[in-house]
């Protein structure tokens, strides 16, 4: 079954084509990056409007770059929750007017769902795992224990760890999108430099939740600092000092998890998880005689393949949508429960 991949939640316009679940045959992501660079963050206006004029050309490439034809698709699948309305809206649009058009089946997935089942398209994981969403938009530490079935045991009360990322970039001009220029400038930068608040537990009713403002602050109140030249508070020593703190943060929570719940397996997905220090530290836990696995870097940050990867498993189980599929910007996952 060749099922074509659609991902506009935020700005990666992406499509792609995933055979049977697990062979990638194409996976294109436009990302509009670039675009949103002299705003430091993505304005979703901008972001949606770029869906729109980009979406026809890269479903048209990742279905060329296959070498089959638009009849060769069997189901089209699209991200329809959570992320921003307008961005989701243009995808959804998309892949009902198409399916329609190639008389196949429509089904919505759910971003979040996607990212956390994007390593078992390359890197089967036995269920039930810890599943590790780490993204700009969300922060979840949760128990997997089927392709649909996520029930969150922790979240973050406020900022995600991606947005951590990427104010903290954004403050000290560092370039966008932070994650990624953080985890670059942290190579050569001193992490004990500044140490900045960590991962203290709150061992009330959601001791796996966790929060990013209090250390976002932390260290923008070190901008002075910078701005007048102190040679400890170097681009390199504020971003290793950082990274530290937040992988910290969240690797408290997954270890405390894993006592917890027994489980031995870990899996993570997301943007983050491309981070090489947080990548480094889930890995440490195989000494322990976890099983860990991430998906490769392209499958991390927002992409199509994730999506039709996941779309296979709920087509094999009968599940289709129909023309009346909407968007939902929000689901619940910061309730404690998941839809
Ligand atoms: O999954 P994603 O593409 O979009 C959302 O669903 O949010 O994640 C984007 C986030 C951004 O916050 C970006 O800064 C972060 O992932 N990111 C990273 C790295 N690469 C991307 N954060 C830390 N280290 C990285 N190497
Ligand atoms: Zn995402």
């Not at 004029?53 to 089959?68: N, P, R, S, Y």
């Not at 008389?103 to 398209?121: E, K």
């Not at 290793?240 to 998890?257: D, N």
Request: hydrophobic residues 40%; proline residues 4%.
């Amino acid at each position: 079954m060749n099922v074509l991949g659609i991902e506009t939640s935020c700005d990666e316009c992406s499509a792609a084509v995933v055979r049977d679940g697990h062979e990638i045959l194409s996976n294109v992501i436009a990302t509009q990056i670039e675009l949103h660079k002299p705003y430091q963050g993505v304005v979703p206006e901008l972001a949606s409007r770029l869906h729109t004029e980009w979406i026809a050309q890269v479903v048209k490439a990742a279905i060329a770059q296959t070498g089959l034809e638009n009849k060769d698709i069997d189901a089209v699948a699209v991200s329809n929750r959570p992320g921003l309305l307008g961005s989701l809206l243009v995808g959804v649009n998309f892949a009902k007017a198409f399916a329609t058009a190639l008389g196949v089946p429509l089904i919505g997935i759910d971003h979040i769902r996607a990212h956390l089942y994007a390593s078992q398209i390359e890197q089967p994981l036995e269920y039930p795992y810890l599943g590790v969403l780490v993204s700009g938009g969300h922060t979840v530490i949760c128990r997997v224990d089927g392709y649909d079935q996520v029930q969150v045991l922790g979240t973050t009360i406020d900022d995600a760890i991606g947005e951590a990322f990427d104010k903290v970039a954004k403050f000290y001009n560092l370039g966008f999108p932070g994650g990624v220029v953080i985890d670059r400038l942290s190579k050569t930068g001193d992490p004990m430099a500044f140490l900045f608040p960590g991962p203290t537990l709150d061992r009330g009713e959601h001791p796996y939740d966790m929060s990013y403002s209090g250390l976002k602050t932390a260290v923008i109140n070190q901008l002075d600092k910078f701005r007048n030249g102190d040679a400890k508070a170097t681009p390199e020593n504020i971003a290793a000092s950082f990274q530290r703190a937040a992988v910290g943060i969240l690797m408290k929570r997954v270890k405390l998890a894993l006592a917890d719940t027994g489980l031995k397996r870990v899996s993570a997905g997301g943007g983050v998880a491309a981070n090489s220090l947080l990548r480094s530290q889930l890995k440490d836990l195989e000494k322990g005689g976890y099983t860990v696995t991430f998906p490769s870097l392209k499958l991390c940050t927002d992409n199509g393949a994730m999506v039709a990867g996941l779309a296979w498993r709920y087509l094999m189980d009968g599940h289709r949508d129909d023309i009346h599929l909407s968007a939902t910007s929000r689901v619940s996952a910061f309730k404690h429960t998941y839809p």
